[in-house]
DNA sequence: TCACCTTAGGTTATAATGTTGCAATTCTAC
DNA sequence: GTAGAATTGCAACATTATAACCTAAGGTGA
C-alpha cells in the first residue's frame, strides 16, 4: 500500500506527470478498489460491465470515447449496443468514479473518486493524456466568483487543452 | 455612445447581470458593430448569413444550439441545412465574435470580441442566461497552472452552472 | 420457498449534433 | 472581364446520445 509516488498515478499530486512511466497496472488496481468500496458504502451494484467499463476507460490515461468501447465489450462477449454503455457510464458519473469531458465527447476515470471535487482537466494536444486539474485552486475561483458575481455555483467544468510538462520539455529539445 | 452601464450589456462588469431589464436592442447593434469593425480589420467578409446568424444568436442571453437556428433561418428565405449554419458559426467562432458553450452543444454572442481572452462562462439553471467570466480570475488561474504544473495551457473554457444573482435573491423571497 | 418488487441489461429504433464532398455561384484582384 | 478564391447550396453521411419496451437477475418479506 505505501509506495513511491512514482509508481503509480493516482494521486492528485502526480496526476499531471501522467505521462511518464509508471506502472499503470496499479493505476487501474487502485480505481478498482476505490469503486468497490464506495459502491459498498452507497449500496450500489458494481456489476460486471460496469465494473469492465470501468477498467476500460482506466486503460489509458487518454479520454475515451463511448462509441470506442463497444467493440471492446463486444469482444468480450458483452452486449454491445450504445444503451448499454452509457447506461454504464452514466452508473460511473454519478458515483464519480468517471468524469465526462464535454468538448471531446469523451470520458475519464477520476483518481479521487473519495472525495467531491470540481470537475478540472488538462488535455495534451500532443501526447493526449489528460490529466485533473487541482481542486484546491479551482475551488479558490468558485469562491471569488460567487463573491464577486452574487451568483452560487453548482457545478462546474473546466478543460484547458496545451502542452503538457513532458512533452513541452521533448518541443524544445 | 456614451451611456449609462444600465443600459445595455456588453460591458463584461455588467455581464453577469443580464438577467436585469436592460436594453437589448442595443447589445444587438453593439455586438452588430462590433462585428463590422472586426471583419473590416481582418478582411473577413460579414456576408448577409453570417451577419444575421449572429444576430439571431444575439436575440437574448441564453445560448441556442446550431439545429435552433435552421428553422429561423428557413423562415426568412436563407438555405437552412445544418452545414450552412454550422459554417457561419464556425466563421463568427473563429473572429471571436461568438463561443461554444460545449457542455450544452451551444453557442452565445461575446461581448468581447476585440480582446481576445478565455472562454468562460457561468449558465444559470433558472433563468438559462449565460454571462461571460471575467477574464481577469481565469487569467490567474491559467498562470498559477502554468506554473505548478509545468503545463502550456493554449485553449481553455469553464463552464459553471448554478443560480445567477437574480435568481437567488428571487429565491430567497 | 415462493411471490413480489426493484434494479440491471437486451434490443430496436430514433433523436440530436456535426461533417464531408462536390457543384454552383459570387466576389475580388488583376 | 477573366482567373482564382471564397462562399453557399445541396445531398449524403458520420458521430453521439436517448427513448421505449421488454426480459432477466437479484433482493426481500410472508
Known amino acids: 500500500m505505501t509506495q513511491s509516488s512514482q509508481d503509480n498515478c493516482s494521486s492528485e499530486q502526480d496526476s499531471h506527470k501522467t505521462h511518464a512511466k509508471h506502472n499503470h497496472d496499479r493505476c487501474i ?4 478498489n476505490d469503486a468497490v468500496l464506495l459502491c459498498e458504502q452507497r449500496g450500489a451494484r458494481l456489476t460486471q460491465l460496469r465494473q469492465r467499463v470501468l477498467e476500460l476507460v482506466w486503460q ?3 479520454p475515451v470515447g463511448a462509441y470506442e468501447l463497444l467493440p471492446l465489450l463486444a ?13 454504464a457510464l452514466d452508473f460511473l458519473l454519478e458515483l464519480g468514479l468517471v468524469h465526462r469531458i464535454s468538448s471531446i465527447n469523451a ?4 483518481n479521487q473518486p473519495k472525495h467531491e471535487h470540481p470537475n478540472g482537466f488538462f488535455i495534451c494536444r500532443q501526447c493526449g493524456n489528460a490529466s485533473e486539474l487541482p481542486a484546491l485552486q479551482l475551488r479558490e ?23 503538457c510538462a513532458s512533452c513541452s520539455s521533448k518541443a524544445q529539445k
Do not use: D
Not at 488496481?29 to 478498482?32: D, S, V
Not at 469482444?75 to 447506461?87: I, L, Q
Open 29 to 32: 488496481a487502485t480505481a478498482l
Open 75 to 87: 469482444k468480450e462477449g458483452f452486449n454491445s449496443a450504445p444503451p448499454t454503455v452509457y447506461r
Open 107 to 110: 470520458f475519464i476515470g477520476c
Open 141 to 163: 475561483l468558485a469562491k471569488q466568483l460567487e463573491a464577486s458575481l452574487g451568483i452560487t455555483i453548482e457545478g462546474e467544468t473546466h478543460e484547458l487543452t496545451g502542452l
Open 60 to 62: 489509458t490515461h487518454k
